[in-house]
Every structure is written in structure tokens, then in C-alpha cells.
């Protein structure tokens, strides 16, 4: 199992120092990004000696891929781009995370919503994904960012609907959380999580953030939550955190927790 790292250009030295395998930027700066910015990014990943396994982040947040109305010309445009730097960069898996764009819409049919989603993943993202041998990451998120995918089991379902062979489900301890998923969902889903996020949930008083308290790892079930992931035979675990303080330090201190479960 490999750790990595979410961020961009300003966490890779970081990233590097505290001997995380890879980093994960978002693929929706991938397709805004100049080229300039995209060969300072090469740039810098080389320099570090630093690998960019996967992304996050996977739409621009004013598109929709649900509702009826989908600007398939444009997304399309996007992802050839978005998807032709990732692989230059060395991505491996593209988390589909985005809320907001799979959401489905007040008052629009629910089940006419899934099959857009899917039809979306069939035929405009996951063949494109594929065509650079990239697996896409489905990600369940909590009801206060989608009300669309919500569990690693709905996830899952979804990605077996798909016909593409590269569409997969993505385990994120935060949302897993918020939504009171179980550990034992992750066992019973071999094969299809192949990708993680990890986070230590915030108490109630910080609800919306993800922070990881290096510190002290009895705070959570770190040991129960990689039981599982690795029973289901997941590849990557990502930190996606607001993490304390100075990041490098952080970074550091992090690494070094994750490092106990390699």
C-alpha cells in the first residue's frame, strides 16, 4: 500500500521531506492550469524526485453532469485536456469526488439522475480515463456536499453499473464518518475501493473540517480502518486534511503515523 499527499505545487517539498510516496492535486486544475503552469509543475515533481499517482477534485464546480441540461461538448474538452496531463504527470487514479456538479437537482427525478451519472462515466469520462490507462475513483461524499452517492455500498453499486473496466469506488474516512459507514462495508467490497482518503474527523464543535492528529493515533481507529482497506485490497491512501500548523511539521508528524501501517 502506498501514502501520499493531497495539494498542489506549494506542498510537493513537503510532501517529499516527510517520505510520502506520491502527492494528489486536483485534476480540475489540470485542465485550467497554462502550460507554463504545467511545465513548472513537471518541474518541480522532477526536482523532488516526487511521483503524482492520483488526482482529486475531478470537475470545474460550475458544470453539472445531472439535471438535463449537461454541456457534454465542453466537459469533454476538459477532460482530453485534464486527462492528457495527467498521464504526463503519472496519474494512476482520478478520485470523482465533485459534489456539486453530481447533485442532483430539486424536484428532478432521482433515478433519472443516476442514469446520467453513469452515462456520463461511460461514455465521455471513463473511456477517456482509460484511453491513458487511468482508473477513475468514485467517491461518496456526506449529505451536506451531495445528495448523490453518499456510501462506499452506493459507490460501489454504481461503479458495477458502469460497462467500463476502469470505474472503481474510493473509501474516504471523513465522509464514511459523517455518514456512520462501517469498516466492515470496505471488507465486503473487495476489489472495487481502490483508492483512500484519510483524515481524523473533527469533534461536533468543528464539524466541516478534516484534521489529522498525528500526535496521537489512539484518537481514532486507524488500526480497524486499514484492516479493512487492506482486506479489500486498496492501493492508495491519500491524507486529505486541514492539517495542524506548519505544514512541513505536519507533514512530518503524519508520515510518520501512516508509516506504522505500510
Same mark, same amino acid.
Given at each position: ?8 505545487? %506549494? ?8 517520505? #510520502?510516496?506520491? &502527492? ?11 502550460? /507554463? ?6 518541474? /518541480?515533481? !522532477? ?28 466537459? %469533454?474538452?476538459? =477532460? ?29 427525478? #432521482?433515478? !433519472? ?12 469520462? *471513463? ?9 477513475? *475513483? &468514485?467517491?461518496? =461524499? ?14 460501489? &453499486? &454504481?461503479?458495477? =453499473? ?7 469506488? =474510493? ?12 469498516? /466492515? ?23 466541516? !473540517? !478534516? ?34 500548523? %506548519? #505544514? ?12 506504522? #501501517?505500510?
Amino acid at each position: 500500500m502506498k501514502f501520499g499527499m493531497c495539494g498542489g505545487m %506549494d506542498r510537493i517539498a513537503g510532501t517529499k521531506k516527510a517520505g #510520502f510516496d506520491y &502527492i494528489e492535486p486536483a485534476l480540475n486544475w489540470f485542465g485550467a492550469m497554462t502550460d /507554463e503552469e504545467f511545465d513548472r509543475l513537471l518541474a /518541480e515533481l !522532477k526536482k523532488y524526485d516526487l511521483p503524482c499517482e492520483s488526482t482529486n477534485c475531478f470537475l470545474p464546480w460550475d458544470v453539472k453532469v445531472t439535471g438535463g441540461n449537461v454541456d457534454y461538448d465542453r466537459l %469533454d474538452s476538459f =477532460l482530453d485536456k485534464a486527462f492528457e496531463r495527467a498521464y504526463t504527470a503519472g496519474v494512476k487514479v482520478s478520485v470523482f469526488g465533485s459534489g456539486g456538479p453530481r447533485s442532483v437537482p430539486d424536484g428532478y427525478p #432521482f433515478d !433519472k439522475a443516476v442514469r446520467e451519472f453513469v452515462l456520463f462515466l461511460d461514455e465521455h469520462a *471513463a473511456p477517456r480515463a482509460a484511453r491513458y490507462g487511468i482508473d477513475v *475513483a &468514485i467517491e461518496p =461524499l456526506n449529505r451536506k456536499e451531495t445528495n448523490l452517492i453518499r456510501s462506499v455500498r452506493e459507490g460501489s &453499486i &454504481i461503479a458495477s =453499473l458502469c460497462k467500463s473496466e476502469n470505474v472503481y469506488c =474510493l473509501a474516504d474516512v471523513y465522509h464514511m464518518i459523517e455518514e456512520g459507514d462501517d469498516w /466492515e462495508d470496505l471488507k465486503l467490497l473487495g476489489g472495487m475501493i481502490r483508492h483512500a482518503h484519510l483524515s481524523n474527523p473533527c469533534p461536533p464543535s468543528e464539524t466541516g !473540517k !478534516k484534521r489529522i492528529f498525528p500526535k496521537d493515533p489512539t484518537e481514532f481507529d486507524y488500526v480497524g480502518f486499514f484492516e479493512a482497506l487492506r482486506a479489500c485490497g486498496c492501493e492508495r491512501v491519500s491524507i486529505e486534511a486541514d492539517l495542524l500548523g %506548519d #505544514f512541513e511539521t505536519a507533514a512530518i508528524a503524519a508520515g510518520k503515523l501512516v508509516d506504522q #501501517f505500510r
